[in-house]
T-cell receptor
Framework: QVQLQESGPGLVKSSETLSLTCTIS????????WDWVRQPAGKGLEWIGR???????NYNPSLKSRVTMSIDTSKNQFSLRMTSVTAADTAVYYC????????????????WGRGTPITVSS | QSVLVQPPSASGTPGQRVTISCSES????????VNWYQQLPGTAPKLLIF???QRPSGVPERFSGSKSGTSASLAISGLRSEDEADYYC???????????FGGGTRVTVL
């Protein structure tokens, strides 16, 4: 059974850099996109970005200047780095897998991690 | 740039049918092709419907999706207490090269 597991520091100081890792178990990177999505407490989902197995990335335009994603196929991990964090970045961060339907020509999130809470302190 | 608009809440009694809309702000692009996700309290989202109408294996038949005009809809038939959750629509915006989520709809079973 394929599983995703986020890992992170839990607490980050304002203006510092947040680093998160998602470990994939039970499968390889293959032909999927791998994403980060966050959710502030009591609020909706916000897409952060995605990376393909080739290393190609797309980022949320509102976060693009602060976000970098990378992939480590040898460790079956992908990572998120977000610079200059503020209280507004406090949220639960999810990693997720995007799969593709060749019959419907659409990508969708078919697998999610449990999420890791991140608090930015001043 | 896409904005997906969902009603903040919806409710029904057990057994009823509840419908949630997802309207795309750019009225000239036709029917949006969206995915729907269910988020039970304290858990990660789960795929419910993809490509507006397709149900993944394992999702009960009482969940169905449709689209018409500039809106997509999710219907829950035979509402159950375990359907109390937040529901989100999402689409890929080709102009932004980004995923856009609707604001979410909280479904309450009365």
């Amino acid at each position: 059974q394929v599983q995703l597991q986020e890992s992170g520091p839990g607490l980050v100081k304002s203006s510092e850099t947040l680093s998160l890792t998602c470990t994939i178990s039970g499968d390889s990177f293959r032909n999927y996109y791998w994403d980060w999505v966050r959710q502030p407490a009591g609020k909706g989902l916000e897409w952060i970005g995605r990376i393909y197995v080739s290393g190609s990335t797309n980022y949320n335009p509102s976060l693009k200047s602060r976000v970098t994603m990378s992939i480590d196929t040898s460790k079956n991990q992908f990572s998120l780095r977000m610079t200059s964090v503020t209280a507004a970045d406090t949220a639960v961060y999810y990693c997720a897998r995007e799969d593709y339907s060749s019959t419907s020509w659409i990508w969708f999130f078919d697998l999610w991690g449990r999420g890791t809470p991140i608090t930015v302190s001043s | 740039q896409s904005v997906l608009v969902q009603p903040p809440s919806a409710s029904g009694t057990p057994g009823q049918r509840v419908t949630i809309s997802c309207s795309e702000s750019r009225s000239n692009i036709g029917s949006p092709n969206v995915n729907w996700y269910q988020q039970l309290p304290g858990t990660a989202p789960k795929l419910l419907i993809f490509a507006s109408t397709q149900r993944p294996s394992g999702v009960p038949e009482r969940f169905s999706g449709s689209k018409s005009g500039t809106s997509a809809s999710l219907a829950i038939s035979g509402l159950r207490s375990e359907d109390e959750a937040d529901y989100y629509c999402a689409l890929w915006d080709d102009s932004l090269n980004a995923w856009v989520f609707g604001g979410g709809t909280r479904v309450t079973v009365l």
